[in-house]
Every structure is written in structure tokens, then in C-alpha cells.
């Protein structure tokens, strides 16, 4: 209905000379159509939500955990980044190009209201969603008279309409005004996956927790809903455990490069408030070796030589799997921060991968690297810290190893996150099991880079040369976008595929260089979890279509203070789709 009227009006409008951008919103709308009328943005937009007043305040951040307070605080981050964005779109139109309207010669037609209307009450899950206990659905129209409409189940999906409106909104040149030159618009939209996530890996490098919000902005911007903080690895500890002061007092990099208790629910409120579900991951029982430093007498290997006979990278270091002093030490971990975590988040992920089978001859109380002796130590070591996850009302997720190599039987609910690609995620869904996939073929942001570890001279460098790392090449953002979860997967199997997370392991990455790697491919992983890998005919999206409105949302990216690298040259950027393809039809 929407499309027949506005192909009416594009024939009337036709007659228009203003260039304008693309229609650029990322990720793509399930079904979008706009016109080309201007419509502008003032502060006097009078906002309502389920018909009452909402008010606009700089800064708004919510004072409690309920529907309106996120909404409004929504609205205010809206329109503020809005006016805040100093987005002139000059930077995507070749020189000359008439490219903005003329305010003073055709006059100023404003935008009258926001209409908001949620239609069913929040469930409190949906402030830390289980994969699909939120429905982020929501329609958003915009009239040619200036009011605009946007209707949504949850506030969760209020704040997923807020930010696709914000993204149809330029600065003017002349300063003060703000515009959207397609209107009418007709969006409605939801997504495609309800797990849709970037994991950060703070224990090869520390990352303060600015960097880590401005990471929750870039993803809120993207549509991304779950932050995995892969918080302690073998590396360091940076982790504040109240009941356990000596792991991090040892552990961490340095007293500064630390999460406090409070500067952990700072993230995870920030998260929250933002659509953003934050969740933990503590590695075991390999990656622990940092717990050697403060409890020696439960780990095995910690800094042995050489090191890839225990691990895969230094210094290695895994937990006795049969001790009851691992198991004392993690109960009182697990009371510590459980009930920190759980008003915040549904999952805990409790790790598993690359758990050498060596590591347990060095253990006084196995002497044994066979599979026999290992798997039903395992298998328990599993149960035991699972039901303390499901104890503290948080759910399980394990890597892939964990039922794939090892055979450990999970509990139904348990979520397995693959990354060894191949038929990985065809076989944990054909056993059954829910999955996130962080496939590194396609989704390890890392990779591509070249090796961390040294060579010496002689036969060591000519292995070595020419130094690659282990999952080269760069997953540039067309390799990202090709990438489809799904693939291969039977409808059924299908079903159990929540979604997927792009990972950034940080052997290489630290806040100075954590933005240009992470964005915008960890958007276009977003787009496929978002608007699905096939456009609504079915087909795979195109490059030639989303790399226009990449560059435009890359654009907002770097205006929102996110270090976003280009992808293709400025000369791309300003010209037409066409001009920059390698065959053009
Ligand atoms: C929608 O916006 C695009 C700019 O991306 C414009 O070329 C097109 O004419 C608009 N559609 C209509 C029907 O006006
Ligand atoms: C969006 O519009 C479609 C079609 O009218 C309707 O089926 C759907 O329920 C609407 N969704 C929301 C969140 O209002
Ligand atoms: C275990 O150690 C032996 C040497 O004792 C080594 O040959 C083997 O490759 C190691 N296994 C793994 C899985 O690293
Ligand atoms: C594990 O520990 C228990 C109790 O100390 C012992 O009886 C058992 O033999 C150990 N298992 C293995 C495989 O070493
Ligand atoms: C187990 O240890 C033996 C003796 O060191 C070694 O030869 C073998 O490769 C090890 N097995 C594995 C799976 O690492
Ligand atoms: C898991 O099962 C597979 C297939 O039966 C077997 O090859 C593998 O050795 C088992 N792994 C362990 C650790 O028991
Ligand atoms: C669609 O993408 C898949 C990979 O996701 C690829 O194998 C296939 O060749 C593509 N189809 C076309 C028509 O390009």
C-alpha cells in the first residue's frame, strides 16, 4: 500500500533538481520506501509516548530500570545526537553538486511530532534478554505534513526506530539546521537474529571503560545487542573480585588496568540503557594461567616451556581438574559476581576452548594427558560450575570444543558459540544445540595481520617467514558481508542458530587501534544478523548497494567520535555506485 503511493508521488516529485544522499540507514530496513520532500528538525518537536509528554533534556540518563525512563532517555540521545552529529554530507557529492536544499529560497516546512506508541508492556526480561525474549520490532513513518509516527512492541525496539530515524537526518552547511530530505518515509522493520554481538577481549590488552562505552555506542548505532567481554585469559586478570582482592592485585597488567564492581555495572547499566545486553566470560578450565600468580597451587602449567606443548599461546596455565581447592575458589568467585551480573545480564559464558590434554600430566593428581582419565573430569568440572551459573538464574555458554572434542553432555539450555567454521555450526545444531557462530574464516576482526611472536634467526625464521598469523587473510568487509550463519543449515537447524558475535582478540589491539579494526565490518556483521545475509527477493545483498550507505554510515560513525576506518577511497565515496565497480553492467 505504502509503495503505490510513493511511486505516485516520485513521479510528482520528479521534477526536483536537488541531489540528495542516499537513503543510507545500517543496517538496511526489512522494507523501506521514502520520498523527497524536506522536512526539518528543531528542538520545539513535540514527543509523546503512549500519548504523554516526553521531554527533550541534554544528557537524560534513566533513573530507574522501566520503559519510559529508557524511552526518554532514547529520545534525548536522539535528537541530541542530531543536533550534536555536524554531519554535512558534503563529503559524499563530487564537488559543485547541488546537494542540500535552500532553506531561505523554498522555506522551512518542520517537523510537528513524534508520536511514539509501544504496544504491549515491557516483561522485565526484556532489559536483559535471553535470545528472543525481546521483540525489537518497529515501524516508523514520516509524513510530508511533519509528524512522525513510530510504533514498536518494546522500548527495546522504540530505541531501534529512534536510531534508523536519526540516521535519515543531515546538518545543513549554513549551521543550524537540521533536515531529512526524504519525506514521506515508510519504514518497517525487525531482526532477522536476536543475538547479534561483538566480543572484546580485555585480558591481552586492558581497555578503560570509556573505550568500552564508545564501543556500546558504535554497536547501538549498528543494532548490535550483546557486548561479550572475554574479561580474563592466561594473560592477565584485570577482573576486581571483592571476595578474592589478591587475583586482580596480582593478576592484572598494572593497579590501574582494573575493572572495579563499580565500574563493571557502569558498562553494563550504560549497555542497557542502550539495547546492549553485556555478558562475562571467564576461560576455563584452560586460559587461567593468571590465577597462577595469586593461587599458584590450582593451576598446571602456568609459563611452561615450550609453551605450545600446553597451549596455544604463553603462558599457558589451566585449573587441576580434579581438586577440590579449584572448586572451593570458584564458588566463592562465582558468589562474588554472579549476583553483580545477573541484574544485568541472561548468559554467563564459562569458556572451554583449546584445553591442551598435556596440562593435566603436570597435575599430581591425574599424570595422565588421555581422553579416558580427562573427559568424565571434565564432564563434572562442567556440570558442577554450570549448575552454580543456573543457581545464580544467569545461562551457560561454552565454545565449541566443549561438546564437539571433549563430548561433555550440556544442559538444554546451554549456548554453544562455534568458531572453527566448517560444518561447526551444521553439527552442534544437528545435536541440538542452540549456537552462536563466530566462524574466524569470516567473523575474527583480528586475523590478517601478521604474527605477534618472534622468529630467530636460522630455521626458526625460515618456519616462520613470512610471518603470517594463524587465520590470515583480513576479513575485509565484503568477506564479512558474504558470511551467512545459516548456510548449508536445514530449516530446523536453522532455527537454532541465535545469531552471531565478530570477535576482536587482542594479542594486537589496544585502545589505539581496538576502532579502525572493529568498524564498521563489526556493522556489516551487524547487517547480516540485522536485515539477514538475502534481500526480501531472496537474493544476496549486493556490495554495489550497501557500499554507498556504508561509507555514509562510516561517515556518522567517525562524527560520533568512533575511529572508523574508510573503506574505499574519498574519490569512491563522492561518486556514483557504478564508477567504482569492478564490472559495471
Ligand atoms: C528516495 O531517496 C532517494 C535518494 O536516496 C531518491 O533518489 C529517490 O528519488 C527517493 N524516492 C522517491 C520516491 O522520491
Ligand atoms: C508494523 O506494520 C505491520 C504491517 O502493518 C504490522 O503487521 C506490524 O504489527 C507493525 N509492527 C509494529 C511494531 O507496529
Ligand atoms: C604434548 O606434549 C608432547 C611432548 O611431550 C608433544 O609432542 C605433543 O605435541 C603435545 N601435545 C599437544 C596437544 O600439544
Ligand atoms: C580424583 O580425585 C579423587 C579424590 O581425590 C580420587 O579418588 C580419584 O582417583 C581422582 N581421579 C583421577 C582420575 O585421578
Ligand atoms: C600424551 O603424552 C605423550 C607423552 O608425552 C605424548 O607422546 C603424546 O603426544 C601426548 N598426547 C597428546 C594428545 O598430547
Ligand atoms: C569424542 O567422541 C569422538 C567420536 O566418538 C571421539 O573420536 C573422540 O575421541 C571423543 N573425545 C573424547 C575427548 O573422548
Ligand atoms: C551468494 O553468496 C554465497 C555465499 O554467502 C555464495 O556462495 C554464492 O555464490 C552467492 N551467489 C551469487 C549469485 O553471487
Known amino acids: 500500500m505504502f509503495s503505490r503511493l510513493f511511486s505516485c508521488l516520485s513521479v510528482f516529485l520528479a521534477t526536483s533538481i536537488l541531489i540528495t544522499p542516499t537513503t543510507a540507514i545500517w543496517p538496511a530496513p526489512q522494507s523501506f520506501t521514502n520520498g523527497s520532500s524536506v522536512l526539518y528538525l528543531n528542538q520545539n518537536i513535540r514527543v509523546t509516548y503512549n500519548g504523554a509528554f516526553i521531554p527533550y533534556t541534554y544528557g537524560y540518563v534513566p533513573s530507574s530500570f522501566s520503559s519510559k525512563e529508557f524511552v526518554q532517555a532514547g529520545v534525548s540521545r536522539t535528537l541530541a545526537g542530531i543536533f550534536d552529529s555536524k554531519f554535512v554530507p558534503w563529503i559524499l557529492h563530487k564537488p559543485g553538486a547541488k546537494y542540500e536544499p535552500n532553506p531561505l529560497a523554498e522555506g522551512l516546512k518542520w517537523l510537528k511530532t513524534l508520536q511514539i506508541i509501544q504496544t504491549s508492556e515491557d516483561k522485565p526480561s526484556a532489559f536483559k534478554p535471553l535470545a528472543g525474549e525481546v521483540d525489537e520490532s518497529y515501524n516508523l513513518t514520516i509524513s510530508v505534513e511533519g509528524d512522525v509516527k513510530l510504533t514498536a512492541v518494546s522500548s527495546i ?43 572484546m577481549d580485555t585480558s591481552r590488552h586492558f581497555f578503560p571503560v570509556e573505550d568500552i562505552l564508545r564501543t556500546i555506542d558504535a554497536m547501538a548505532m549498528s543494532k548490535l545487542n550483546r557486548l561479550h567481554v572475554h574479561v580474563t585469559d592466561s594473560q592477565s586478570w584485570p577482573l576486581v573480585i571483592p571476595a578474592l582482592p589478591e587475583v586482580s592485585e596480582k593478576g592484572a597488567h598494572h593497579p590501574s588496568e582494573t575493572y572495579s564492581p563499580a565500574d563493571i555495572e557502569r558498562i553494563q547499566k550504560y549497555g542497557a540503557y542502550r539495547g546492549v545486553e553485556v555478558y562475562f566470560e571467564i576461560d576455563m578450565p584452560g586460559h587461567i594461567g593468571s590465577v597462577a600468580l595469586s593461587h599458584p597451587e590450582l593451576i598446571v602449567a602456568y609459563n611452561e616451556q615450550p609453551y605450545h606443548w600446553w597451549c596455544a599461546q604463553p603462558p599457558c596455565g589451566a585449573f587441576k581438574l580434579n581438586n577440590t581447592a579449584v572448586d572451593e575458589f570458584l564458588e566463592t568467585l562465582f558468589d562474588d559476581l554472579f549476583p553483580r551480573l545477573v541484574p544485568y545480564s541472561a548468559y554467563f559464558h564459562t569458556g572451554g576452548d583449546e584445553l591442551n590434554k598435556n596440562d593435566s600430566m603436570l597435575d599430581e593428581g591425574i599424570r595422565s594427558n588421555s ?18 551459573v543456573r543457581d545464580a538464574k544467569l545461562t551457560p555458554v561454552v565454545w565449541e570444543e566443549i561438546p564437539l572434542e571433549w563430548n561433555v553432555t550440556l544442559g538444554k539450555d546451554t549456548v554453544v558459540q562455534a568458531w572453527l567454521g566448517g560444518d561447526s555450526v551444521k553439527k552442534l545444531t544437528a545435536k541440538g544445540h542452540k549456537v552462536i557462530d563466530s566462524n574466524y574464516n569470516f567473523w575474527y576482526l583480528d586475523c590478517g595481520r601478521g604474527q605477534w611472536l618472534n622468529w630467530a634467526n636460522g630455521p626458526a625464521f625460515q618456519l616462520g617467514f613470512p610471518f603470517n598469523d594463524w587465520c590470515g587473510p583480513t576479513k575485509s568487509w565484503r568477506l564479512v558481508y558474504s558470511h551467512d550463519p545459516t548456510a548449508g543449515l536445514t530449516p530446523e537447524e536453522a532455527k537454532l542458530v541465535l545469531g552471531g558475535e565478530v570477535a576482536l582478540w587482542a594479542e594486537t589491539i589496544d585502545p589505539i587501534n581496538f576502532d579502525t579494526i572493529a568498524w564498521p565490518r563489526a556493522s556489516v556483521a551487524g547487517e547480516v544478523l540485522w536485515s539477514g545475509r ?4 531472496g537474493q544476496n545483498r549486493s556490495q554495489i548497494e550497501a557500499a554507498p550507505r556504508l561509507n555514509e554510515f562510516r561517515e556518522r560513525l567517525v562524527k560520533k567520535g568512533v575511529r572508523a576506518s574508510p573503506i574505499t577511497q574519498a574519490f569512491c565515496v563522492q561518486g556514483e555506485p557504478w564508477e567504482c565497480e569492478f564490472a559495471p553492467a
Open 371 to 388: 581422553s579416558e582419565v580427562l573427559q568424565p573430569l571434565l564432564q563434572k568440572f562442567i556440570d558442577t560450575q554450570h549448575s552454580r
Open 157 to 199: 525496539g522504540v530505541l531501534r526506530g529512534l536510531e534508523t530515524f536519526s540516521q535519515l537526518f543531515y546538518q545543513h552547511s549554513a549551521g543550524t539546521f537540521w533536515y531529512t530530505p526524504f519525506a514521506p518515509v515508510a519504514i518497517e522493520d525487525a531482526p532477522k537474529f536476536p543475538h547479534r554481538g561483538i566480543l
Open 534 to 537: 538475502t534481500d526480501a527477493s
